[in-house]
Structure formats: structure tokens, C-alpha cells
């Protein structure tokens, strides 16, 4: 086994050395194991690499950072479906009558997502008679609704609003 001094004295030669281009971990471990072998060898090697200042500085980022992700408050035992986020799907072609979705978020605990086909001339009046048919049976009224209903005229928006405060 050879000793911490022939350690780096070889990775002089077959990493950092000019000459060598500080090749990546694998070529590294090749080159070495031409000419020596000891215990435990691939290891010491690789954390070489992960330690040299150069290879990091000048390695590639190839991933871009994650942004985290906003989590909408609610309270410690909301039940499924009492907080929501709606949105339109529109501009769909025509399919069994329908050329929307409306997408329903439950935004308290699930995450869940429910799909309802629709047109795309709905009114509040037609969201909430889907609400109810398709989520007030099963999870209840609604507590707080976020909606996302950018693309629609006005009075749908102010109809879903005054059944909402009803």
C-alpha cells in the first residue's frame, strides 16, 4: 500500500499535471490502476476528484437550481376540497358537446384534481351546478376559493363570485 505522499505524487502525474487535462473520475481510476494498485483504491480516487479545485470550477452545470415551491397556508385539519383553485382548459376542439375543462385543485391537504368537460360559454351560475354535482356530495361547501378564471368575460367570473358569497 502505498503512502499518502506516493498517493498524491500519482495523481500529480495522471490528474493535475498539464499534460493530463484533469480528467473525470473514471478516466483517472484507469490511468492509475496502469501503474499501481492498493485497497480501497477507486474510493481515495474518486474523492480526489470530487475535491479538486480545479474540476469543480470548471465543471458544467447541468441542472438548473429548483425554484421551491409556494405552499398555500391552511389550517392543521382541513378536510378535502374545502380550499380549491379553479381554472378553465379552453379552446379545445369539440368533443361529445364539451370544448373546455374546468380543472378543480383541492389546495388544503390532497392536492387532488378533479377534470369536468364543459363548454366554453359556461357561466357561474353552470360552475357551480358542476361544483355541486361533482364535489359538494362528496366533500361538502367550499371554504375559500382561489379562481383562476383569467380568460373569461366578467359577468362568468361575478356569477361564480356571488354564489361563492351566498
Excluded at 351560475?125 to 355541486?132: C, N, Q
Excluded at 364535489?135 to 367550499?142: A, D, K, M, N
Aim: net charge positive; proline share 5%; with cysteine.
Amino acid at each position: 500500500m502505498p503512502t499518502e505522499a506516493a498517493k498524491r505524487q500519482l495523481m500529480t502525474l495522471v490528474h493535475d499535471h498539464p499534460t493530463a487535462g484533469h480528467p473525470e473520475r473514471d478516466e483517472t481510476i484507469r490511468k492509475a490502476s496502469q501503474t499501481h494498485n492498493w485497497t480501497g483504491m477507486c474510493q481515495w480516487i474518486s474523492n480526489y476528484v470530487k475535491g479538486c479545485a480545479n474540476c469543480q470550477q470548471n465543471k458544467i452545470i447541468t441542472h438548473r437550481k429548483k425554484t421551491p415551491l409556494y405552499r398555500i397556508t391552511t389550517a392543521q385539519n382541513t378536510l378535502l376540497f374545502r380550499q380549491i383553485a379553479m381554472d378553465l382548459i379552453t379552446g379545445l376542439p369539440m368533443q361529445r358537446g364539451y370544448n373546455a375543462i374546468l380543472t378543480i385543485v383541492d389546495h388544503g391537504c390532497s392536492r387532488a384534481a378533479i377534470f369536468l368537460p364543459c363548454t366554453d360559454t359556461i357561466t357561474g351560475p353552470g360552475i357551480a351546478k358542476l361544483y355541486l354535482d361533482h364535489i359538494y356530495r362528496w366533500f361538502g361547501l367550499l371554504l375559500h376559493s382561489i379562481c383562476k378564471l383569467t380568460d373569461c368575460p366578467s359577468e362568468r367570473i361575478n356569477g361564480w363570485s356571488n354564489i361563492c358569497d351566498s
